[in-house]
C-alpha cells in the first residue's frame, strides 16, 4: 500500500511510531501495536503503528510520521512510501516467555537488547520486560548476559592502561558530591577514572547536573578518551553518549512507578562500568530511613550481590555502607554543591567537614583495593595538599569550562528564604526526602542557583532565631511554590 507522509511534529523520545487512518488500517487488518514495514527509495524500518480514529489528525491516503520515523527515513510532508505487514519481533516472544517464569539463554536476552537499541520495542513491550524481571527475578546467569548485551550493543571506552576505577552510589542523599572531589584526588595520585554520571531523575542534583556548572558534560566518547589520556580523567553525562543506551530507555519505563527490579539494577550499573573497561569499583551505599536501601540488612545482601556478579564480570567490587541518614555537606542542587565541591578542593575554611571526610574514606578505600599502603595519609595528602584542586582546574579546561572559577562567583538563586529555628533545642532528624522536594520545587535541578543551603545538621545545637536553612530560587513563582511545599512538610526536627 502507497500512502503520502504527514509529519506529526511529535517525538516519540525512542520507539518508532507511525499513524494509519482507521479506513487504511482497516485494510491490511491492522490493530494499534502492530508492525508495519516502511519503505521509501533504497531505505526502510519497522514501525509499531498507533490508529487515528478522526479524520483531520491523519486522513485517509496518508500515514502520520513522528520525527524518529521522518530521520530514520529521510523523508518529508507529501513524500510517497509503501507500508508492507511486519511481523513482531521474535524478542516479543522472549519477553512474553519471561512473564511466564523461563530463564532466557544469552542469545534471547541479546536479542531483546538489540531491539531495545534500535527502538523496534514499544513502551508496553520494554515495561512487560521490566515487569517480568520485577515479578519472576533475573538469575545470575541472566544477570550477566543482559550486562553484557547492554554494554556490547553501545559504544565502548578503549584505555591502554591498567587499573581503571570507577565508583557508583546507589542513591537517595541529597548533596552527597563525593564523585566530584574523588575523581581528581584519585587521578592526582596517578590512576586513571574515566567517569560517566547521570543527570538527576528524582535527587535535587546528579553529578553531571553539578558538574555542568563548571564545564561542559556533554562530551563524545572519542573527545572524552583524548581528555583520558592525557588528564587521567573526566566526569562527563553518561546521557549524552551511546555507552549503555539500552539501559537508558530502561531506565525511563522503571521511573514512573520506581519499579527497580534488582537484577536489573545490578545489570544497569554493572553495564556502564563494563563499558569503560573498569577493573576495580567502589560501591557506595547509604543507608537510612529515606534512602533507595533503607536497611543494613539489604545493604548487606546488595553488596555481596555486587561482588558476586563483578567477579563473574573480572571487575574487582569493594562495597562500603555508609550514614544516609541526613544530607551530606551544606548545599543541595546543582550551583550549591559545585560551590561546595570547590571549597573542599580548595580547603577552604567554608569547605562541610562531612563531604571531606567521606570523600577521603572513600579515596583511601579505592586505594587499599589496588594495594597503595599508608591509603589514608595518601588520600590526605593529594587533597590536602592542593594537587587533587589542580587536577580539577585540569579537567574543567579539559571540557570547556573555565578552571579559574571561584566559589564565590558561582551563580545561586536571587530569590531566598531563610528558615529559622522556633525555639531552643538540637536536631534529631533531617528528612532528606523533604528536602529533596523542596529543593526541586525551588527548581533545582534545571534551574541551576535553585535548592537549599543548609546551616544546621543532626546533632548541632541551635537557639531561637538560628536559621536551619536556605531556600534559593531563580524566580518568585519558584519560590512560591517551595514555601508552599514548606508548609505541609518543614523537613527538620528538632526539641
Not at 298 to 323: H, N, R, S
Not at 363 to 388: C, H, N, P, T
Amino acid at each position: 500500500m502507497k500512502l503520502k507522509v504527514k509529519e506529526m511534529d511529535i517525538a516519540t523520545g525512542g520507539t518508532l511510531i507511525a499513524i494509519l487512518n482507521k479506513d487504511d488500517a482497516q485494510k491490511l487488518d491492522l490493530h494499534h501495536e502492530d508492525r508495519v514495514r516502511i519503505s521509501f527509495k533504497n531505505r526502510s524500518t519497522r514501525a509499531v503503528i498507533d490508529i487515528a480514529t478522526k479524520k483531520r489528525l491523519v486522513p485517509k491516503g496518508k500515514i502520520g510520521m513522528m520525527q524518529e520515523v521522518l530521520d530514520k527515513l529521510k523523508v518529508k510532508g507529501k513524500d510517497s512510501v509503501e507500508i508492507d505487514i511486519e511481523e513482531k519481533p521474535i524478542s516479543v516472544h522472549y519477553i512474553r516467555e519471561k512473564l511466564d517464569g523461563k530463564e532466557l539463554s544469552e542469545e534471547e536476552i541479546n536479542a531483546i537488547v538489540k531491539d531495545i537499541v534500535k527502538n523496534n520495542l514499544s513502551a508496553i513491550e520494554l515495561t512487560y520486560f521490566v515487569s517480568a524481571a520485577y515479578t519472576k527475578g533475573l538469575s545470575t546467569k541472566e544477570i550477566i548476559c543482559l550486562t553484557k548485551a547492554i554494554s556490547k550493543h553501545g559504544d565502548q571506552l578503549e584505555l591502554d592502561t591498567f587499573p581503571i576505577i570507577d565508583k557508583h552510589c546507589s542513591g537517595g542523599v541529597p548533596g552527597n558530591r563525593t564523585t566530584m572531589i574523588l575523581v581528581p584526588l584519585l587521578a592526582a595520585a596517578g590512576l586513571t577514572i574515566p567517569k560517566t554520571s547521570s543527570r538527576s531523575i528524582t535527587s535535587p542534583a546528579g553529578t553531571a547536573d553539578t558538574m555542568e556548572v563548571l564545564a561542559d558534560v556533554c562530551i563524545p566518547v572519542p573527545e572524552m578518551r583524548n581528555i583520558v589520556k592525557k588528564i587521567g580523567a573526566c566526569m562527563v553525562w553518561g546521557g549524552a553518549m551511546n555507552l549503555a543506551a539500552a539501559d537508558d530507555k530502561l531506565i525511563k519505563i522503571r521511573h514512573p512507578i520506581s519499579l527497580d527490579p534488582k537484577g536489573m539494577l545490578l545489570a544497569s550499573i554493572m553495564a556502564k562500568k563494563t563499558a569503560v573497561n573498569s577493573s576495580h569499583v567502589l560501591i557506595d551505599i547509604p543507608v537510612g530511613k529515606n534512602t533507595k536501601i533503607n536497611t543494613i540488612l539489604k545493604a548487606k545482601k546488595l553488596g555481596k550481590d555486587f561482588v558476586k556478579i563483578g567477579k563473574k564480570l573480572g571487575i574487582k567490587i569493594k562495597v562500603i555502607i555508609t550514614d544516609g541518614s541526613q544530607p551530606i555537606g551544606n548545599g543541595i542542587g546543582p550551583a550549591l554543591e559545585a560551590k561546595d565541591v570547590l571549597y573542599v578542593l580548595k580547603n577552604d575554611k567554608n569547605a562541610p567537614k562531612d563531604l571531606k571526610e567521606k570523600s577521603l574514606l572513600m579515596a583511601e578505600q579505592v586505594m587499599k583495593m589496588i594495594g597503595i599502603k599508608d591509603a589514608r595519609s595518601k588520600a590526605e595528602y593529594f587533597l590536602e595538599s592542593g594537587l587533587a584542586y589542580k587536577k580539577m582546574k585540569e579537567i574543567i579546561k579539559a571540557q570547556g569550562g573555565d578552571p579559574n572559577i571561584v566559589p564565590s562567583k558561582i551563580k545561586v538563586g536571587r530569590y531566598t528564604h531563610s528558615v529559622k529555628a522556633k525555639t531552643s533545642g538540637t536536631i534529631h532528624s533531617i528528612n532528606t526526602r523533604t528536602i529533596s522536594k523542596i529543593a526541586r520545587v525551588a527548581g533545582a535541578p534545571k534551574d541551576k542557583g535553585a535548592g537549599i543551603y543548609l546551616h544546621k545538621h543532626v546533632h548541632d545545637h541551635v537557639d531561637k532565631g538560628d536559621i536551619l536553612f536556605t531556600i534559593y530560587a531563580e524566580n518568585k513563582q519558584r519560590l512560591k511554590y517551595a514555601l508552599h511545599i514548606l508548609r505541609i512538610f518543614d523537613g527538620i526536627d528538632y526539641s
